[in-house]
């Protein structure tokens, strides 16, 4: 019972205190101190209400150990009240016995003596017949010669037997003294022939004098054993509704559990009560003094502890978590991870590495708010796509990881190609629809990988292998995927932009707006930076050439697209205008490409020409 209200008080403690914890930490969570003076307010509270709570859980307490004890007496009362109940059933089963002796015999018992001898228990006195309700045989009949008596003529006998025989019902009366010494109680049951024409004719008793101190030793020694008074009483007869007291180890008990039986005509009623009375026990009185001084002394480092706590699981939270969109950052989702493949070494398991494709060009059009947007969007429609068994994280950047517990590649496939396949377009902030794609690579444990190190290498050659053909897809992991493909990704259209010697730009095949232009190329136009460079020629190529050259070079780019369609790699000279009007005489190389986000593109690298 201590267990039990610990835990309760324990229980509403931390119910109490975490709500009243966490909605000051939300408040607070900029000031460290003011968090600490609300800790020990909410402590000062919460320790009135506990103290409250702890007066109630105390009175709940005393009241259960009362119905405790009241449920255990009536359960002791019904337990043996069943006893004698079936001791008595034993009894009347020899009454009956005997009586089909007496039916199969046609009314005589050829040898009482030896068919009493086999049915006599240690408990029963002695077995009698009654013919015509005259005892007339009795086993064992040396001390018990005062039973050969005529029942229906006897005063106190005559009406119960005359009852039992009317309404053809085994009877029980007594108990009486035993010339033999002690009490006994008579079972007397009514036999009846049948004649050959169907006709059924009182015979007699078969009867058995059951020994009561015998048949009730046992479950009153146990009572008194187990801290009972006692009280046994009985209707008189089946006649009679007035009760007579048995036996009793107190004749006055303070609300007894009581249970009562019906066996021979009569109601048996057993009542039980503690010898101490129902008085609280001392362990309960104990528990709850120990318990409110445990309280009191507690309460100050329980609320530490949790305050504890709660930081604790806050700087785990913001260790583990990305903060831009609330997913598993790379440290939380390794830590997952390596806990499952742990506790499942023989489990399966299947790894997603993917990122938004041209991520820096998402940027670099919509800028870094967009950007973020476009992430939060991403979190948002893996979430939805993988479900809550999945393990998502944002990795770093715009490289995203998902990890399928339990599913093989082939059963994470659906969820992968749902995933790959979903509408990746958001609303910025000025209401514009920005669509995206995404590349996704996969592979499976421990299938493809025996180790994490060895899965997440896989994985990653995948998503690049998908990136080298094309973006905008998924693949798994096929053996062969090397550092080739990582390599081979490196050389790709931004990156040879950047870094190969000359000036390059990404623009619009239609309205020749720049999308992208590399260092070398804002040096070379004698600009500052990307802002001065867009500034001054207004973002378009067409502000960057030569107007007398404008016209010429549109047209051989219209008529190299036509001789040699998408694949088209054209080469032309030109002349470009510097912020300063210095006039430069430029070499370049394009190459048309088709976007499915940003339309018909031309990457372009240029080199200056030497003119002397």
């Known amino acids: 019972m201590g267990n039990v209200l610990r835990e309760a008080v324990a229980d509403e403690w931390a119910s109490c205190y975490d709500s009243l914890y966490i909605m000051e930490l939300k408040r607070n969570e900029s000031n460290v101190n003011t968090g600490k003076r609300n800790v020990f307010l909410i402590t000062s509270v919460a320790l009135a209400v506990l103290m409250l709570l702890y007066a109630l859980a105390a009175n709940e307490a005393l009241q259960r150990d009362r119905e405790q004890a009241i449920a255990q007496a009536e359960l002791n009362a019904k337990v043996y009240s069943g006893e004698l109940a079936r001791d008595f059933d034993q009894a009347i089963a020899v009454t009956e016995a005997l009586e089909e002796v007496i039916i199969n015999g046609k009314g005589e018992v050829l040898d009482f003596e030896a068919t009493a001898r086999d049915l006599i228990e240690d408990y029963i006195g002695s077995i009698q017949i009654a013919p015509n ?56 049951n009514p ?122 699981r806050q700087l785990r939270i913001m260790a583990e978590t990305d903060p831009l969109t609330g997913l598993f950052n790379r440290k939380g989702m390794g830590e997952r991870v390596q806990a499952y493949l742990a506790a499942h070494p023989n489990g399966v398991a299947t790894e997603v590495l993917l990122d938004i494709d041209d991520f820096k060009i998402i940027n670099d059009l919509y800028g870094h708010g967009i950007g973020d947007e476009a992430l939060k969007n991403l979190a948002k429609n893996l979430t939805e796509a993988f479900g809550d068994s999945a393990i998502v994280s944002r990795t770093g950047g715009d490289e995203f990881g998902v990890f399928l517990p339990g599913m093989t590649a082939e059963q994470a496939e659906p969820l992968i190609r749902k995933a790959s396949e979903m509408d990746q377009t958001f609303t910025s902030t000025m209401g514009t629809p920005c669509p995206y794609t995404i590349s996704m690579g996969y592979a499976d444990y421990p299938v493809q990988a025996s180790t994490r190190e060895e899965l997440t290498k896989n994985v990653d050659s995948a998503l690049y292998n998908v990136k080298l053909h094309g ?26 932009l950047r870094d190969l010697p000359g000036a390059g730009f990404i623009c619009h095949a239609e309205d020749t707006s720049i999308l992208y232009a590399n260092d070398d190329l804002i040096y070379l136009l004698e600009c500052e930076d990307l802002d001065d460079f867009n500034e001054h020629y207004g973002g378009l190529f067409q502000n960057v050439i030569h107007p007398d050259d404008f016209g010429r070079v549109m047209t051989e780019r219209e008529q190299k697209l036509k001789r040699q369609g998408k694949a088209s790699f054209i080469c032309c000279g030109f002349r470009v205008i510097t912020k300063s009007g210095k006039i430069r005489h430029m070499m370049a190389q394009a190459r048309f490409r088709q976007h499915e986000t940003y339309g018909n593109l031309f990457f372009v690298t240029a080199m200056e020409r030497d003119q002397g």
């Not at 998924?474 to 050389?491: E, H, I, N, S």
């Open 133 to 188: 309700g005259v005892v007339t045989d009795i086993y064992p009949l040396k001390g018990n010669e005062g039973g050969l008596i005529d029942l229906m003529s006897d005063p106190e006998r005559g009406p119960i037997v005359s009852y039992g025989m009317e309404h053809d019902i085994v009877t029980m009366q007594g108990p009486f003294e035993l010339k033999q010494g002690g009490s006994g109680i008579a079972v007397r």
């Open 191 to 312: 036999v009846f022939l049948t004649d050959a024409e169907g006709n059924r004719q009182f015979w007699g008793f078969t009867i058995a004098i059951i020994k009561a101190h015998d048949v009730f030793k046992f479950s009153f020694d146990s009572l008194a054993s187990f801290g009972y008074h006692y009280k046994l009483s009985a209707t008189e007869s089946p006649i009679s509704d007035e009760y007579k007291v048995i036996v009793a180890s107190s004749e006055s008990l303070k609300r007894p559990a009581v249970d009562t039986f019906v066996e021979g005509g009569c109601t048996w009623r057993l009542e039980v009560a503690p010898k101490n009375g129902w008085k609280v026990s001392r362990e309960i009185l104990v528990a709850c003094i120990s318990g409110g001084l445990l309280v009191v002394l507690l309460t100050a480092t329980i609320a530490a502890l949790l305050a504890m706590d709660a930081n604790r």
């Open 471 to 496: 973006k905008n897809g998924c693949q798994r992991y096929v053996p062969g995927m090397v550092k080739q493909t990582r390599q081979q990704l490196a050389f790709s259209k931004k990156e040879l």
